[in-house]
């Protein structure tokens, strides 16, 4: 399982710091919606440049465009960007032939999927690497949760790899590890705590765990 940092909140520097502190634990360092309509594409480049042994993100949350948008983030550095899964199939499908033509890879973001049984097939069969269930932060309550999506998609998906986002943290994270997501996607359970760099390495070392551990995964 890979360890996702995403940054969100702040500037361009304080990301940087962040990352800096979270360096040793973290796997992939996305650039939040936030952070790009903030500071634009030239975050992905500057995270890129100062840790190019890093894979990045960019969530995009593309809507239209696909292809075009997509190039955008790749142009910058972008190993990975994400499109949603409410967006037309063309649309996906432009993201997923600009990821080839870069020789890069793209996520879906399920988030605010009504019926993910009948929407996930369909997104699948348009080549996208990561399929990502996503609890949306303006619903996040406590009794809202990504893992009920993991489940289900767990039992459908055969080639794509699943990603799980909202509101993880240190005290839940052990709750998604039976889903067995390929990636762990954790943004305020880490940003959001005092020593940036122990919270994320205190969650590297409970996926470090269950990976070690063949019962549970």
């Known amino acids: 399982m890979k360890l996702q940092l995403s940054l969100d909140k702040g500037d361009l520097n304080e990301a940087l710091d962040i990352v800096e502190e979270t360096r040793e634990s973290v796997d992939i360092v996305e650039v939040g919606t936030p952070l790009a309509l903030r500071c634009g594409a030239q975050a992905i480049a500057a995270i890129k440049e ?3 042994g890093k894979q990045v993100l960019a969530d995009f949350k593309i809507m239209d465009g696909g292809e075009y948008e997509a190039g955008i983030a790749f142009e910058a550095g972008a190993d990975i960007v994400t499109v949603l899964g409410a967006a037309s199939d063309a649309t996906i499908g432009g993201a997923v032939s600009a990821a080839r033509r870069y ?6 973001d399920l988030i605010e999927i009504a019926d993910i049984r009948r929407r996930l097939p369909q997104i699948e069969k348009l ?5 990502c ?8 309550n406590g009794s809202n949760s990504p893992m009920t999506e993991l489940l289900i998609a767990r039992q459908i998906v055969t080639t794509a790899k699943l990603a799980i986002a909202g509101g993880l943290n240190i005290r839940n994270i052990g709750e998604v590890i039976p889903g067995r997501p390929d ?3 954790v943004g305020a359970g880490i940003t ?3 020593n940036r760099g122990k919270a ?3 969650i590297r070392r409970k996926l470090r ?3 070690d551990d063949r019962t549970i995964l």
């Not at 080549?127 to 399929?131: H, K």
């Open 50 to 52: 100062r840790y190019p």
């Open 183 to 185: 990636i762990v996607i």
């Open 209 to 211: 765990e269950a990976e």
């Open 127 to 131: 080549g996208a690497d990561y399929l």
């Open 192 to 194: 959001s705590e005092l």
């Open 133 to 140: 269930v996503h609890t949306a932060v303006d619903v996040q």
């Open 103 to 108: 020789k890069k890879e793209t996520m879906v």
């Open 200 to 202: 994320a390495a205190d």
